[in-house]
């Protein structure tokens, strides 16, 4: 059972940065893309931004310019570093991961991320 593991989080102040990571108990490479998403109380999840397994990038227009999303194939690990962070950031950021051939997808437990002076 694959298990995708998320860490990083925590209170900011508006302009701050904090880098998420989450880490998959087997090689990322099993995965087609991986990415962020996030959900803010009352509203739904959404997309922040993903990574496929050829590097490449997809990110929410909200995010432009402020996000980062990476990978390292020898630690399995995916991040996303978050810079110039606005209280409109604050949400539980969740790790996804796809194999899509064998229409799978897992998420991780989530991470709070919040925002505020």
């Known amino acids: 059972q694959v298990q995708l593991v998320e860490s990083g989080g925590g209170l900011v102040q508006p302009g701050g940065s904090l880098r998420l990571s989450c880490a998959a108990s087997?090689?990322?490479?099993?995965?087609?893309?991986l990415g962020w998403y996030r959900q803010a109380p009352g509203k739904e999840r959404e997309l922040v931004a993903i990574?496929?397994?050829?590097?490449?990038?997809n990110y929410a227009d909200s995010v432009k310019g402020r996000f980062t999303i990476s990978r390292d194939n020898a630690k399995n690990t995916v991040y996303l570093q978050m810079n110039s962070l606005k209280p409109e950031d604050t949400a539980v950021y969740y790790c996804?991961?796809?194999?899509?051939?064998?229409?799978?997808?897992?998420w991780g437990q989530g991470t709070q991320v919040t925002v505020s002076s």
């Open positions: 087997g090689s990322i490479f099993n995965f087609n893309y």
């Open positions: 990574i496929t397994n050829a590097g490449t990038t």
């Open positions: 996804k991961g796809a194999i899509v051939m064998s229409n799978l997808i897992y």
